[in-house]
């Protein structure tokens, strides 16, 4: 299990938070052992860090007291949404209180017209689109997991739709947030553009709660389309799948989501979701559009896919069927923990241009056999994202250390690919290491910012940067 670093504590003035806070917040706040391991722990290889205390507040306010007491005794708060993060981005290094955003789960106001929503951070994904759903839009960014909308945020979350709708970061138009000093601003208005000075909102989007507190979101809509077909196809290698992805988004196909399993993958989703796919490497796709339209894609597609061998190809417009499929590959981390049962599945998340990303893909399952390492691969390949699951015995000191040289190697072989070591979980604690390799200097100067806006380091402070 890879050990967090440990940041020196503040005994004195965490002591002084808790009791101003207790007696301020009662039983908001909890300091039991359990709920306190729960909010360090994440579907993560990273020791878990426990804060000090958990507070579970309802406004922006509230969040602004917090951290106001917080600043004032120089303790770390550490913001908390639904703990789906992956690589220890709710850890307490330094100890600290977590403010739980759970209790901040109201749907502000949606503008229909202006197709955006104004929500409070916990609201959870699949809690709004079931909100918007009789009002025929919904929000598109889905990571797979029912996270938290200010967690996604946080993380700059991104996931199966992303090659059509993008990332949070293309999706979120203002901020509320609580700084370092418990002050509450606002980054923009809800217009669609806007050169108004510095842009605080995408500051904070991906900034994983080190610059602020999001305490409001107003997010980007979509009309729920007119047809949405969805498509399985299977190929002789990963290689040859992958070539298919990468002229299907040359030739401008509007793909909504297009997702890769290898055939270890396929057969945990077989086995847990049972399904009855061919057992080799496969492509899930979705088209959105009218019903001609959602045709002429599937079609289209089919004819590249052919050029590659493709096989298979079965497509169907039934809600039933697309739900099961999809939720087939969402349940993917916990089908794939089947395959080897009593193990720990330890994702990795690179992101590559397309034009590498068969080369990468391949690479990168040449390198698992190669040290004996059983690693499910699946990947959101329309923008060159991809994971593998490396299914470790926890218990053998080796199979660790097999891991943590993969994960590195992985990380390096994307980033001189001209890619990322993180296409979507983020940096947290546990790619800390591969950012300036991947960004240089640039780091250099994230930091200034981090100390201008934070200046005593109070907020989720161990994360992102060596600091």
């Known amino acids: 299990m890879v050990q967090a670093t440990t940041l020196p504590r503040n005994e004195a003035g965490i002591a002084a938070a808790i009791d101003t806070l207790k007696a301020r917040f009662g039983d908001q706040l909890q300091t039991g052992q359990a709920i306190r391991e729960q909010h360090g722990h994440t579907t993560t290889w990273i020791t878990n860090q426990a804060p000090d205390a958990v507070v579970f ?27 789906t993060s992956l690589e220890g981005h709710v850890n307490a290094p330094a100890g600290g209180i977590c403010i739980d955003m759970m209790k901040m789960d109201k749907i502000r106001a949606v503008h229909p017209e202006d197709l955006d929503v104004v929500v409070q951070p916990g609201v959870t994904r699949e809690q709004l689109n079931t909100y918007l759903r009789d009002q025929g839009l919904f929000f598109p960014i889905d990571p797979g997991a029912n996270a938290s909308l200010g967690g996604m945020a946080a993380t700059r979350a991104s996931g199966t739709n992303a090659v059509r709708y993008g990332t949070m970061k293309d999706n979120v138009l203002a901020l509320e947030a609580v700084m370092a000093d418990g002050g509450v601003i606002r980054t923009a208005q809800r217009a669609r553009k806007s050169s108004a000075g510095y842009d605080m909102t995408r500051l904070l989007v991906g900034s994983e709660g080190t610059l602020g507190l999001i305490t409001e979101l107003t997010l980007r809509l979509q009309g729920i389309p007119e047809a949405i077909r969805s498509a399985r196809c299977a190929f002789n290698s990963v290689d040859d799948a992958c070539r298919a992805v990468m002229m299907t988004i040359q030739y401008g196909i509007p793909v909504a989501r297009i997702e890769l399993l290898d055939a270890l993958s396929v057969r945990a989703a077989n086995a847990y979701s049972g399904l009855n796919l061919p057992e080799v490497p496969l492509l899930l796709l979705e088209f959105h559009g009218s019903d001609a339209g959602v045709v002429e894609q599937t079609d289209m597609f089919a004819s590249i896919a052919e050029e590659f061998g493709g096989f298979d190809i079965a497509a169907t417009s039934t809600a039933e069927e697309r739900s099961k499929l999809w939720q087939a590959r969402h349940d993917m981390y916990w089908a ?9 599945g330890i994702s990795t998340d690179v992101c590559v241009p397309i034009s590498r990303l068969a080369e990468c893909v391949s690479a990168a399952r040449a390198k698992a056999e190669d040290m004996g390492l059983l690693a499910p691969m699946v990947g959101h390949v329309g923008d060159g994202n991809f994971h593998a699951l490396l299914l470790i015995d926890m218990d053998s000191a080796e199979e660790r250390a097999k891991a943590d040289t993969y994960v590195g190697w992985l990380n390096e072989l994307a980033i001189s690919m001209e890619g990322t070591c993180t296409g979507e979980h983020g940096i947290g604690q546990g790619k800390r290491p591969y950012l300036t390799q991947e960004l240089g200097d640039t780091t250099r100067y994230m930091a200034a910012i981090k100390a201008a806006l934070d200046p005593e380091n109070i907020l989720n402070p161990g994360k992102i940067l060596e600091m």
């Open 57 to 83: 507040p309802t406004s922006a306010a509230e969040v602004s007291e917090i951290v106001k007491t917080c600043a004032e005794h120089g303790v770390p708060v550490i913001p908390f949404g639904t703990g």
């Open 336 to 344: 794939c923990l089947q395959l080897r049962p009593g193990a720990k």
